[in-house]
């Protein structure tokens, strides 16, 4: 394929082709904690989650990402190849934002953090002014974690073309930056805060409502749990009840019900002479 060649261009084709370009200035997060840590910050606050937390970001960033290769010189004689075999995100994104008068933005930040590490959610907070105490995160998933995902949306003044949304996996504040104080000509007070997550994932919206302008407030009570305790609890409760249902259908399982059925319903049930029981005749069954 051949390469381009110069040609003249008019200047209303040039308005035509690359006079719409998009702004830096118009965009919106989404920074919701999980339902367990929101309901921890409106006990600690009384804080909840609202459109102005978003609007007091005023400087973000769109993720980057790189491909990791690996270097082969042995193909062909004095040349270099390289081959692509995984892609590699950038490991936080930091996010600025304007600090209202009554400091909600670093109360709701240091909360999360604090419901994090336990303070004031597995330890009473009055327990941290002991120089001694210790600290004993939370699990990072489940109906107690206090992952997210997290979105960044750009789109233009008009909202009519396309835009482009990120959704962070798994996302939480890593830093809260220092905030320096000093006398002389006043400023507005700033936050920067610093969010670690797993990846990200792009889709172009076309027509369709962003994450971060829609559905901001309401938690979804019908998603999957990752705790890894949660699972083995359903299990439990799954086999405690396949084992009852066993027990009535078939009187010979109630042997192996007297056995293992403890273990699943961690609770003593009387299941019933037993088919191998010392005083169990079969002929009981006949």
């Not at 929101?38 to 970001?57: H, P």
């Not at 009055?126 to 004993?136: E, G, I, L, T």
Request: charged share 20%.
């Amino acid at each position: 394929m051949a390469g381009t060649r110069p040609n003249v261009q008019k200047t209303s084709d040039l308005v035509a082709k690359i006079g719409h370009l998009a702004r830096t200035n118009v965009y919106q997060v989404k920074v919701q904690a999980p339902p367990s840590v929101l309901a921890f910050v409106a006990t600690q606050t009384g804080i909840r989650y609202n459109e102005q937390i978003e609007l007091l970001c005023f400087s973000a960033s769109l993720p980057g990402s790189a491909l990791a290769t690996h270097e082969n010189v042995q193909d062909f004689y004095g040349v270099r190849t390289r081959y692509a075999y995984s892609r590699q995100h950038d490991e936080s994104l930091s996010l600025e934002f304007y600090v209202d008068k009554k400091y909600n933005i670093i109360s709701y930040f240091d909360e999360w953090q604090n419901y994090i590490v336990g303070q004031g959610s597995l330890y009473n907070k009055s327990q941290y002014y002991n120089s001694n105490q210790v600290h004993r995160a939370n699990y990072p998933k489940g109906s107690t974690g206090y992952m997210s995902p997290m979105y960044v949306t750009k789109f233009e003044k008009d909202i009519q073309d396309q835009a482009i949304e990120y959704c962070f996996i798994d996302s939480f504040p890593q830093s809260i930056n220092a905030i320096p104080v000093t006398y002389g000509q006043a400023d507005i007070l700033k936050v920067t805060v610093s969010f670690f997550y797993t990846r990200y994932v792009k889709r172009n919206l076309v027509g369709q409502r962003s994450q971060s302008r829609t559905d901001r407030y309401t938690y979804n009570s019908n998603a999957k749990s990752s705790n890894p305790a949660d699972y083995l609890r359903q299990d439990n409760n799954r086999i405690a009840a396949e084992l009852e249902e066993e027990v009535n259908r078939n009187p010979f399982a109630r042997d192996t019900a007297d056995r293992f059925g403890d273990f699943f319903l961690n609770r003593n049930v009387d299941l019933g002479t037993g088919a191998n029981d010392n005083s169990g005749a079969l002929s009981g069954f006949a």
